[in-house]
């Protein structure tokens, strides 16, 4: 079975209701619905069929849908601002971050963004669509490589496509195993694909609320201080950490809790060499090097990260994971 069926078996069954806003007699619905076993389903969004539900954030749901014209099928993610229970619009604000970042990047490890579409009932946008490429995956963190080898190939690709956001002058700033797929091979090749950059922005930006993700959270984040190319490097040293051991490094903001740690209460880390038996020293060191609490003392630069991991491609002993 591929991911997609998967999906669909697995979601398929919940409800997959959306909020559809009153646009006055002459406007025309974006969503298409229709009533099936007492669950309200949905057949159309912003002119694409849906084929399947593929699951929910926050305030988003994520469908497939096929565009009618071209046959295309597309992830499609779709936010309803709901007044009665949203307190502003922080998640269509984060749809159209995504959208802006997108459009400025071009890197075949980046998931690709394929149009952007809104629902203004009297001039104020209350819903928004965010079509993608369809990738057929699991995410690192539900399949993550089975060889050492592997892994360092896709921490690669990941480092690559980061480095070439600070290239273009943004940050993901939510790096972390769940955002990048991991798409199956086909015709030998294959590449990782990082996802989600709702919370993304330009370096130097100065957040207004306290974002990022337990078990991957840099200090400045927590902080709210300026994001910066660092703050990826440390994310993504997390990421590669929880991807070798499978276990969360030491951050700032635990898993399960809600209030964050001072830099001075976070524990010293286990390498990931003590972890993990036969794991590079050299990709340990690496992983250490970039989750430094102390800023200044991490690696300079994303693409130092991405030379030093196409590197040990060739050189690292390969071993179970």
């Known amino acids: 079975m591929n991911s997609l069926s998967a999906h669909h078996s697995l979601y398929w069954s919940e409800c997959c209701s959306c909020s559809i806003s009153s646009r ?13 076993s007492t669950k309200l389903t949905v057949d159309e969004l912003f002119g694409y069929k849906v084929v399947a539900f593929l699951g929910e954030g926050a305030r988003s749901k994520l469908y497939a849908v096929k565009d009618r014209e071209t046959g295309g099928t597309y992830t499609l993610k779709h936010v309803v601002f709901d007044e009665s229970r949203d307190k502003d619009d922080r998640y269509l604000k984060q749809v159209e971050t995504e959208y802006a970042t997108l ?10 963004m394929i149009a952007l579409k809104r ?49 273009r002058g943004f940050a993901h700033a939510d790096m972390k195993t769940g955002n990048i797929m991991m798409p199956e091979e086909r015709e030998g090749a294959t590449r990782a694909k990082v996802i989600d950059l709702g919370q993304s922005c330009k370096l130097g930006s100065l957040k207004p609320r306290f974002q990022g993700s ?63 038996v036969g794991l590079s020293r050299e990709l340990s060191n690496l992983i250490s090097d970039c989750l ?30």
Request: aromatic share 4%; proline share 6%.
């Open 103 to 112: 459009k400025e990047l071009d890197h075949p490890s980046i998931r690709r």
């Open 214 to 276: 337990p078990g991957y959270m840099a200090p400045e984040q927590a902080a709210k201080e300026a994001v910066v190319e660092r703050t990826d490097i440390y994310n993504f040293g997390a990421t590669m950490y929880r991807a070798v051991t499978r276990e969360y490094a030491e951050t700032v903001l635990v898993p399960g809790q809600s209030k964050s740690r001072k830099v001075e209460e976070i524990p010293p880390m286990v390498p990931a060499a003590e972890r993990v």
């Open 24 to 36: 006055g007699r002459s406007f025309v619905s974006a969503v298409g619905v229709r009533e099936m």
């Open 292 to 321: 430094q609490l102390k800023m200044e003392r991490r690696i300079s630069s994303m693409e130092k990260v991405a030379q030093t991991l196409r590197a040990l491609e060739s050189t690292v002993r390969d071993i179970a994971i």
């Open 119 to 167: 629902a203004r009932p009297l001039f104020q946008v209350t819903e928004v669509a965010l079509v993608l490429e369809m990738i057929d995956s699991a995410t690192l963190e539900q399949d993550p490589p089975k060889s050492l080898r592997r892994m360092v190939t896709t921490f690669a690709e990941v480092a690559e496509a980061l480095a070439h956001m600070h290239e």
